[in-house]
């Protein structure tokens, strides 16, 4: 990976209709940190991340990923990121497999079995050949964070990723970030509770 | 860590092409719906018309057209919509694949569902509509380029109606009016054909038609796609 991989948010404003949702963001993470944004409902904790993912652009302020303006480099900079929305995005008639084989194989190469060992991972190997649809939200959710393990990037963006999750998923999932982030990878993530891992920076955002 | 051995762009093509094959053929509803209503109007025109086999002769070629045109339509409405619904767009967007790609995939993905499906049906239908065997060639030939062209110029429409709740409405209202030039000169191959007449003008320009709309639809569709995933 990229020794000096960062990722810096500059004075970014966006509105939606007459609502001015972020008002001159800016955020500046490295290798080895994870950024726990929080905030009330409305705050435009989805709509950064969206930013940052490249979904939206903003109406000014640049985002930028090891010194390069991400709309200038976007699929170097796709290949780079993970991003998992607060929407599992499995498509229901497909297994959990498939569904990984399709959405990380755009991304990198990757083989059956390294998709096998990222579900068994997160607990939903035994899952792996049913169709997504008889999953329960939890595991939906493990599945969409074994695509982000999959996909091998050194970003993460996760919008609410412990949202039905149990108790033991929740701290698989901080034990995940905890090593990704020990790996020397960088995790934006938006969350309600409070998240106390190595490596953490808080950033609030206000209505 | 490392992002490993790039995927290229045939390589994100085929997978992308698999994977909407394998989410229709999960669904044969969707597959057989666009075929059965095919197969269903241009049935029932023989019965609604006077058994005279000589009008009936003059009027397949419309018919089979105009049917066929409709059949694909039907199918259009769902092209991105069922991917924007569970979020799978954005992922495919973010895939590090140029948007170019996606919906060029997933539009021969949808002409082979729908399109050729049509065109290995046509044969029947011509059958039945009394077309002679002998224009079965042009006919096929038009109906194949007609579908193309009508699932690239859908692809734009379904790109830009994808965020709306009842797309399917404004989806036709923006895709027919494009359609009228394949309508025309397909129909009218195919009547050529029915009475021995030259055919090449009609079909050159379905051709150019289709290389036209092949070339320019997948920007605008992927440009259209990027504003509603805003």
């Known amino acids: ?12 404003h966006v509105w939606r209709g007459d609502r001015h949702v972020l008002q001159g963001v800016t955020l500046h993470i490295r290798r080895g940190e994870l950024l726990h944004v929080s905030g009330p409902n409305g705050a435009g904790k989805t709509t950064l991340l969206r930013v940052v993912s490249g ?17 200038q480099a976007r699929e170097v900079y796709q290949r780079d990121l993970a991003y998992a929305s607060h929407e599992p995005a499995l498509k229901s008639d497909l297994t959990p497999l498939e569904n990984l084989r399709f959405m990380v194989g755009l991304k990198r190469r ?17 899952c792996a050949d049913l169709p997504a649809r008889v999953l329960s939200a939890g595991q939906r959710r493990r599945v969409a964070m074994a695509r982000v393990l999959a996909s091998a990037a050194p970003l993460w963006l996760l919008d609410e990723p412990y949202t039905n999750l149990d108790s033991a998923g929740s701290g698989l999932l901080s034990s995940l970030l905890e090593e990704h982030v020990a790996a020397g990878g960088l995790a934006v993530v938006v969350a309600h509770q409070p998240l106390e891992l190595a490596g953490t920076r808080q950033f609030g955002l206000h209505a | 860590m490392s992002a490993g051995v790039d995927v290229g762009v045939w390589r994100a093509l085929g997978l992308v092409l698999e994977r909407e094959l394998l989410l229709s053929f999960r669904r044969p509803d969707q597959l057989l719906q666009p075929l059965v209503f095919f197969l269903i109007v241009t049935t029932l025109f023989p019965l609604g018309l006077s058994v005279q086999l000589s009008l009936l002769r003059e009027m397949a070629p419309g018919v089979l057209w105009v049917s066929a045109l409709l059949a694909s339509l039907l199918s259009l409405d769902s092209l991105f919509k069922s991917d924007a619904d569970d979020g799978t767009l954005e ?6 694949q140029g948007l170019v790609v996606i919906v060029v995939a997933k539009t021969l993905a949808h002409w082979l569902v729908s399109g050729a499906s049509l065109v290995l049906l046509a044969p029947l239908v011509g059958t039945a509509l009394a077309i002679p065997v002998g224009a079965f060639g042009t006919m096929l030939a038009s109906l194949a380029l007609g579908t193309l062209t009508l699932s690239w110029l859908g692809a734009i429409g379904a790109g830009l109606t994808v965020g709306l709740k ?7 209202l923006i895709v027919l009016p494009l359609a009228m030039p394949l309508l025309i ?4 191959a195919t009547d050529r054909a029915i009475s021995g ?32 995933l805003e």
């Open chain 2, 197 to 228: 007449t030259s055919t090449g003008g009609a079909l050159y320009l379905l051709g150019a038609l289709c290389v036209l709309t092949c070339t320019l639809a997948p920007f605008a569709a992927s440009a259209a796609l990027r504003i509603t």
């Open chain 2, 166 to 172: 009842r797309g399917n409405v404004i989806l036709s």
């Open chain 1, 55 to 71: 979904l939206l652009r903003p109406e000014s302020g640049a985002v930028t990923w090891n010194g390069v303006a991400i709309g």
């Open chain 2, 91 to 96: 992922q495919l967007a973010l895939s590090g």
């Open chain 2, 185 to 188: 000169f397909g129909a009218g």
């Open chain 1, 1 to 12: 990976m990229n020794s000096a991989a960062e990722l810096r948010v500059d004075q970014v």
């Open chain 1, 110 to 126: 990757v083989s059956r079995g390294e998709l096998l060992g990222s579900l068994q991972r997160t607990g939903v190997a035994d």
